[in-house]
């Protein structure tokens, strides 16, 4: 499948720089100052997630009033393309794209013609690394994870030939494809779940224990799995949303033995416990999940005691640890809440994230560390 990169509309280019030149970066007490890069009064909407890569390009998808989605690329300069969208030959896109450091973007698809297929950018086109119809696959999990060496990392379940095996996988642009397992032949149940790769290719993730069914997050070594956590665990009793860095560690979301919760990192050994709803934080969002940068830096969203209300902090103490917080203003309105997903802080510690408006409004934001 090829497809010409198209630029956004010029009335909606128009838009967002008259944003980005109008609201100047605002320098906060958390030691942040915030670019928005996409606004809902400009007729768009974010789907979910925001992703950013290490050189400060964002990948994000909005939808329009016409319930189109437009899956798109901001520079750091705040300049707006247009990836794909659902205007013409793709029906549906997932709302949780991912970026690698050449700006190159993977997303899940259905077809208008029918099916699904897992893309990436390449330049100027898109590019099939893996379809339904035709071939083994009878659907995929659509959050794809990409690396800086052109890997995609997914989910999938296989068609009927295969008794519709469930597994992961990894593909590249020309169409070729590795198993890493399938639930048949391995000691997992199968899983949808998100997929995290690293430029390793060590790949992080959510499954269940075929034998007792224990839920756990593991890595794939390139050899041989490693047990991060699971329910073993004389700490935690279930965990989710995992992300791998270039050092070979997962940051993941717990829910304790205790009734508590976490945001917990590990590698194989010892749990590293980030933050916990033993303190002031009383929730850790369902919504994305924690991002974790190769320094071992850790961004979450959090609701403090007595609240659902969403910010964004990197460790355990709410005042010295905020990134944005609900109350704090922004875009000239206040923050009502917030998501920060898997891929949302970088190694310059920049946080790309939506933002929830008093006003109604829904920005993607792009947060830069004073300094």
Known sequence: MHRSIRTILPTIIALTLIACLAVPAQAQSSGY?????????????????????????????????????????????????????????????????????????????????????????????????????????????????????????????????????????????????????????????????????????QIAFEESLDTTFNNGIFLFNGSSFVTIVDQTSPLVDFATKPQVNNAGVVVFQAFLDSNEQAIITGSGGALTVIADTLGPFGDFSSFGGPSINDSGEVAFNAALDGTFDYGIYTGPDPLTDSVIDVGDPLGGSTVVGTVICSEGLNNDGQIAFVAFLEDGRTLIVRADPIG
């Not at 400060?56 to 989605?69: K, L, P």
């Not at 989910?155 to 990894?170: P, Q, R």
Request: with cysteine.
């Open 33 to 201: 100052t915030f670019t928005i890069l996409m606004d809902s009064a400009q007729g768009l909407t974010a789907d979910r997630c925001a992703a950013i890569n290490n050189n400060g390009q964002v990948a994000f998808t909005v939808t329009d009033e016409n319930f189109d989605q437009f899956i798109m690329r901001a520079e750091p300069d705040g300049t707006l393309t247009t990836v794909a969208d659902t205007t013409e030959r793709l029906s549906f896109v997932g709302a949780n794209p991912s970026i690698n450091d050449q700006g190159d973007i993977s997303f899940a698809a259905r077809l208008v013609k029918g099916g699904e297929v897992i893309l990436v950018t390449r330049g100027k086109s898109l590019k099939t690394v893996a379809k339904t119809g035709n071939s083994e696959f009878n659907f995929f999990g659509f959050n794809t994870s990409l690396n800086n060496q052109g890997l995609v990392a997914f989910s999938a379940e296989l068609d009927e030939e295969f008794d519709f095996d469930e597994g992961t996988f990894v593909g590249d642009r020309r169409g070729n494809i590795t198993t890493i397992y399938l639930a048949s032949t391995s000691q997992f149940t199968g899983s949808d779940s998100r997929r995290s790769i690293n430029d390793a290719g």
